[in-house]
């Protein structure tokens, strides 16, 4: 059983700066998602257990970075320009084995808590 711990949502203006955190029990392929209301949770990015590979949804690239400090067990990620639209509940994930698909949320088996990220206008 991997335990995820998210830290760092709030409340930020259009085109201010949020650093989330999510420390994990153990090192294993990542990924963070987000879910606004009414919405279907979305693939945001992730990363590799080396941190060597990253990937990134369309409507972040550019302005959101992921990263990771091994040994912390902890990934990180940096939103920058923030707008609107990306006004949501953030969680980060954990894929236990070989088969990880990391922009499907089915491809992951560990979830954190959630924490909420506010942008307004």
């Known amino acids: 059983q991997v335990q995820l711990v998210e830290s760092g949502g709030g409340l930020v203006q259009a085109g201010g700066s949020l650093r989330l955190s999510c420390t994990a029990s153990t090192s294993s392929n990542m990924g963070w998602f987000r879910q606004a209301p009414g919405k279907e949770r979305e693939f945001v990015t992730a990363i590799t257990r080396s941190g060597i590979t990253t990937y990134y949804a369309d409507s972040v690239k550019g302005r959101f970075t992921i990263s990771r400090d091994n040994a912390r067990n902890t990934i990180y990620l940096q939103m920058n320009n923030l707008k609107p639209e990306d006004t949501a509940v953030y969680y980060c994930?954990?894929?236990?084995?070989?088969?990880?698909?990391?922009?499907?949320?089915?491809?992951?088996?560990?979830w954190g808590q959630g924490t909420q990220v506010t942008v307004s206008s």
């Open positions: 994930a954990a894929a236990r084995g070989a088969t990880w698909q990391p922009r499907l949320s089915g491809g992951y088996d560990y």
